[in-house]
C-alpha cells in the first residue's frame, strides 16, 4: 500500500505508523466517568469499508496524517494533515 503524503509525496506504508481510529474523540479524563473512560479505551468498531485512519509519518516528515482508506481493498481517497482536520472539527463545533 502507499500512501501520498502532502510534504513527501507517495510513500510506501512501511515509512508510516498507524494508529488507529481517526474519528474517536477521547472524553475529558477529568469529567468522564469510568465507563466513558472504559469504552474510548477498550472498545473499537471493526468496520468494512470507507474509514478514516490516524497515521505518523515516521520515516518522513514526522506528521501526523488522516487518511481515508477503504479496509477491504486498501484503496485511499484522502490523506490530509491532521492538524488541518482538527481545525475544521473545532470551528464545526464552535458554529
Not at 502532502?6 to 510513500?11: D, I, K, L, Q, S
Not at 482538527?86 to 464545526?92: E, K, L, P, S, V
Amino acid at each position: 500500500m502507499r500512501i501520498r503524503c502532502p510534504y513527501c509525496g507517495e510513500r510506501d506504508n512501511g515509512e508510516f505508523s498507524y494508529f488507529g481510529d481517526a474519528t474517536l474523540t477521547r472524553p475529558d479524563g477529568m469529567e468522564a466517568d469510568a465507563s466513558a473512560m472504559h469504552d474510548y479505551v477498550y472498545l473499537r468498531d471493526n468496520p468494512a469499508g470507507e474509514h478514516r485512519e490516524l497515521w505518523y509519518h515516521a520515516a518522513g516528515c514526522r506528521t501526523w496524517l488522516v487518511v481515508t482508506r477503504d479496509t477491504r481493498t486498501h484503496t485511499i481517497t484522502d490523506v490530509s494533515p491532521a492538524r488541518d482536520v482538527a481545525r475544521t472539527r473545532r470551528m464545526g463545533e464552535a458554529a
